[in-house]
């Protein structure tokens, strides 16, 4: 009986330290898992501590951001005010430009036209050159009535000297006639004087007239040259501007 | 009125034009020498040539700017000779038409050249007058007037005179290269 106690006893005793043990070791096991389910507290804390401190710092540069926004898009706007007056005053001035140019291309085309239609000045400086040739062609018909009324003369000094011979041949019944033929020779003499001075105006006239008309046909080519530089720089300027 | 380096420069352009464009080939012999003319009205030296006595006419050509004018006077006689050498082998040619054409040439080789320095000028056709109206250029109040005494091929005898009346002051100095240029052979009449 004794063995049975002494085998219960130690059965009991077995089962109550072997549920001491595992009461121990269930404690153990439960202060650890609550050690660990505290660590994980903790961290789950911290973590959501941090999310927190995040977000909070997020709004805040949110807010933040959303205030540089606002001025940003403020500059913005007034950039754009600004810039739509600049168009604006573009499109006038470019307007402005335009109408100028067109002003302009109109003038061009104008001095070309004016230069273009003076240059048919050409023609009245070839009739200026032609009244030339005909004041030169009577010039020349003037030298040849001249040369020969000279001819004349110089025969009339020949006959007046002749008869003046024949009238001292004659002697006092030529006297009358000696008288005549001087006379005759002294007119003779003159007029042969006048023909040499009608030759020399002649000649100074031939001078002043082609002087003049070549002076004056010179001076149109001049003229025409000048318009035609003229009538040249007016196109190239309505080139340029169309 | 006109500047000793203006006169020297016509006379330059003009002895330039006359020795390349009045001779009959560019090697032809070609002697220019100033000549002491008598002028009307002018006490007269014993070296003064009478011009009006040596030729017996005269070709005219004008060149118009607006500060001047000036006119260039080609002095010739229709002998033998000078047609000869003038006309050549071509005896269909009158004389007067080819020298006349020589004389435009001449002219126009004058007037490119003042063209580098007057922008604008214009030239006249020639015209043939008689040698006794040369004396009357005085009339015209000239402020330049010279001639030259031109022989081509020892044989030819030419004159030229200058007649340069200028309306404003005039001042250039011409820098001729030696060198024949074919310029102003366009020049038609």
Not at chain 1, 38 to 51: I, N, V, Y
Not at chain 2, 45 to 59: F, G, I
Not at chain 2, 78 to 96: A, H, S
Not at chain 2, 136 to 159: C, E, F, Y
């Amino acid at each position: 009986m004794e063995a049975v106690e002494w085998l219960l006893a130690g059965a009991v005793a077995g089962v109550i330290g072997a549920g001491a043990a595992a009461f121990v070791a269930h404690r153990w096991r439960m202060a650890q898992a609550t050690a660990h389910w505290r660590a994980l507290t903790k961290t789950h804390d911290e973590a959501l501590e941090q999310a927190l401190e995040r977000e909070r710092l997020a709004v805040a540069s949110k807010e933040e951001g959303g205030e540089s926004n606002d001025e940003a898009l403020a500059e913005l706007t007034a950039r754009l005010t600004q810039a739509e007056q600049d168009l604006e005053v573009a499109r006038k001035s470019e307007a402005a430009v335009l109408e100028a140019k067109g002003l302009w291309q109109g003038e061009a085309e104008r001095i070309a036209a004016e230069a273009a239609r003076l240059r048919g000045l050409a023609a009245t400086f070839e009739r200026w050159h032609e009244q030339m040739t005909s004041l030169m062609t009577q010039n020349q018909d003037m030298h040849a009535k001249n040369h020969e009324l000279s001819s004349i003369v110089r025969h009339v000094l020949i006959v007046s000297l002749n008869a003046s011979i024949e009238a001292a041949r004659a002697g006092t019944a030529g006297r009358g006639f000696g008288i005549v033929a001087s006379e005759v020779r002294a007119l003779a003499t003159r007029s042969e004087e006048l023909s040499k001075s009608y030759r020399d105006s002649l000649h100074r006239n031939d001078v002043t007239t082609t002087a003049t008309f070549q002076d004056i046909q010179a001076g149109g080519k001049m003229i025409a040259a000048s318009l035609s530089s003229v009538e040249s720089l007016a196109q190239q300027l309505h080139s340029r501007l169309h | 009125m006109i500047s000793a380096h203006a006169r020297d420069s016509f006379e330059r352009i003009l002895t330039k034009a006359a020795r390349t464009r009045l001779p009959r080939t560019p090697d032809a012999s070609c002697d220019i020498v100033r000549l002491n003319v008598r002028q009307p009205g002018s006490a007269a030296m014993d070296t003064d040539v009478d011009l009006v006595a040596r030729h017996a006419n005269v070709v005219v050509l004008t060149i118009s700017s607006i500060d001047f004018r000036m006119l260039l006077v080609l002095h010739f006689d229709e002998d033998d000779v000078t047609t000869r050498y003038f006309v050549g082998d071509d005896q269909d040619k009158p004389f007067r038409e080819v020298f006349l054409e020589i004389s435009n040439l001449c002219c126009g080789a004058i007037n490119q050249e003042l063209l580098g320095h007057f922008p604008d000028l214009g030239m006249s056709t020639p015209y043939v007058l008689s040698a006794h109206c040369v004396p009357h250029l005085m009339q015209l109040k000239p402020n330049h007037l010279a001639s030259w005494d031109i022989t081509l091929d020892g044989s030819v005898r030419l004159a030229a005179t200058l007649c340069v009346c200028a309306h404003a002051p005039l001042d250039f100095n011409a820098e001729l290269s030696e060198t024949q240029d074919s310029s102003g052979e366009l020049e038609l009449f």
